[in-house]
């Protein structure tokens, strides 16, 4: 029993001792992160539509369709910056329409027919009349309207890299103020990076985003505005990266 004052006694003595040597050890750092976005003149665009027909018979709710849906690839593949390959028919959906009555479905009295088209032009001087010769040859809905580059690759690196400046900047900007300085870093970390247009909804899918940024570029070359009635603007390449730098 008379031990035990003294050991506890000797613990103490021995954190003591190593306390000065453990905070020694301690890495003094900050942590910061880039977020960076750059705005791109579109030199792209994707239109999605929606060919959708109605009759009391599957074949002939079907054969409307098929014959809209005709009419637009003739007219798509027909226009100036789109390749045939960039026209594709990538949904079709069949729904019967049943009568109701009492709150129940009862016998079918007709056929839902449903199509996706998607087109992508590479013109986008030609995308006001193309939209328009497709409502006429038939398609009942638009469903988006994406506006992209074809250079994504260049820009998102171009991003990543101002995103990395602007961690370095913060962590100047905040060390500085406490008469810090920061050294190497010690920890990179890569955050999300994408590319955000203006998205609509269709039968097949939805798409949007967006990202707040604190260094912004304006890149690319190309119409900025529009004399007609529809301006594409401009698309964001986002980029966000966390970096650790050691305080000397």
Same mark, same amino acid.
């Given at each position: ?10 613990v ?5 001792? /190593? /306390? ?8 003094r750092? =900050? ?6 976005? &750059?705005?791109? &003149?579109?030199d792209?665009? @994707? ?8 009759? $009391? ?13 005709? !009419?637009?690839?003739? &007219? /798509?593949? *027909?226009t ?19 009568? *109701?009555?009492?709150?129940? $479905?009862?016998? +079918? =009295?007709?056929?839902?027919?449903r199509?996706?088209?998607? @087109?992508?032009?590479?013109? @986008? ?9 497709v ?6 809905? =638009? ?20 995103? +990395? ?18 050294g ?13 247009? *203006? ?8 798409r ?6 604190? !260094?912004?570029?304006f ?6 505005? *529009?004399?007609?009635? @529809? /301006?594409?603007?401009?698309? $964001? ?5 966390? &970096? ?5």
């Amino acid at each position: 029993m008379k031990r035990f004052p003294l050991l506890v006694g000797i613990v103490a003595l021995a954190v003591l001792i /190593a /306390a000065p040597g453990f905070a020694e050890n301690v890495t003094r750092k =900050v942590s910061v992160r880039g977020n960076a976005e &750059v705005k791109i &003149v579109p030199d792209q665009v @994707i239109l999605t539509l929606g060919v959708e027909t109605f009759d $009391s018979t599957m074949g002939n709710a079907k054969a409307d369709n098929d014959r809209r849906t005709t !009419a637009i690839l003739a &007219v /798509a593949t *027909s226009t100036d910056g789109v390749d045939n390959n960039n026209v594709k028919t990538d949904y079709l959906q069949i729904n019967p329409k049943h009568r *109701s009555e009492h709150n129940r $479905s009862t016998e +079918i =009295v007709g056929y839902f027919v449903r199509k996706t088209i998607t @087109i992508t032009l590479d013109d @986008i001087d030609q995308f006001e009349p193309l939209l328009a010769s497709v409502l006429e040859a038939g398609a009942t809905h =638009v469903h988006g309207i994406a506006f992209k580059t074809t250079e994504l690759r260049k820009h998102r690196d171009k991003a990543r890299a101002m995103a +990395i400046k602007a961690a370095r900047e913060k962590a100047e900007a905040l060390c500085g103020e406490l008469d810090e300085h920061i050294g190497r870093p010690i920890d990179i970390r890569d955050g999300n990076d994408g590319w955000w247009s *203006s998205y609509g909804s269709w039968w097949g899918g939805n798409r949007s985003g967006a990202m707040m940024q604190n !260094a912004v570029e304006f890149s690319g070359s190309g119409r900025e505005s *529009s004399d007609g009635p @529809i /301006a594409p603007g401009l698309l $964001s390449v986002t980029a966000s990266v966390g &970096v650790t730098f050691e305080l000397q």
